[in-house]
């Protein structure tokens, strides 16, 4: 049987209100999709029929109408420290400002290094590493897979270890969405699923969908494969001012990916994970 075949691909640049709300701190907006609406109008209205979004940006339940088909290979997953002074976090003074609007970095900075302080810091990515360069900020944290996309690998001083700083959930990861019940477009983009990257993020994703997961809960989630082909999920929920922290792990088959997160997703809450959310959300 013959397969069907894409002759020409338009890419149609789309800007989101994600992008676009600059000024105030993601995890006040709130909102979920605030990155993927606008792609998502264009596959309602026919002027797109295939959306690619950052992985962590994609909610972890899609409207009906919508399929998410999986995730490409991933760019590297983790944070990058990016500083003019500094190698790294551990050789930041004390009262050194780190910059991040985000309380998953937040909070890790602040548990794993209380001695440093934690400065909002929001704008595109050439706004962010301005106010770096302008003496703002001793460091700032922004995703690897980010600068390196865009072509500033030389700004990345160092990335993070993962034992310092948990990536969020699908971090790193492009994700394919398409309407949902167009079949043929769902088996041609299918080709560019990489399996591998779908378990490990799929693992992830259920470890924020179980614990209601949003920009206003500080959750980090970090799936990899270990030596023999078993994967192994870890994740993290904690306080915005790192003094409480819950961590758990599992490791497992690659075909129990989804196991492996409730797995995760039991630990935490024994863990107390669910009051820890709770009081994020009052915040
Ligand atoms: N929250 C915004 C966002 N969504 C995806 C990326 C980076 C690229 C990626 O993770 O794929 C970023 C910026 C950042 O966190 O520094």
Known sequence: MQQ??????????????????????????????????????????????????????????????????????????????????FESLHSLPAGAVVGTSSLRRQSQVLARFPHLRVEPLRGNLDTRLGKLDNGQYQAIVLAAAGLIRLGMNERIRGVIDAADMLPAVGQGALGLEIRAGDDQLAEIASRLVDPLTSRLVGSERTVSRELGGSCQVPLAGYATVVDGGQMTLRALVASPNGQQCVTATAMGSQSNWLELGLEVVSKLRSGGAERLIQAALAS
């Open 4 to 85: 069907p075949e894409v002759s020409e691909v338009e890419i149609v640049g789309m800007t989101t209100l994600g992008d676009q709300i600059l000024d105030k701190s993601l995890s006040k907006i709130g909102g979920k999709g605030l990155f993927i609406k606008e792609l998502e109008h264009a596959l309602l209205e026919g002027r797109a029929d295939l959306a690619v979004h950052s992985g962590k940006d994609i909610p972890m339940q899609l409207e009906p109408a919508f399929k998410l088909l999986g995730f490409m290979p991933r760019e590297n997953p983790l944070d990058a420290f990016v500083s003019n002074d």
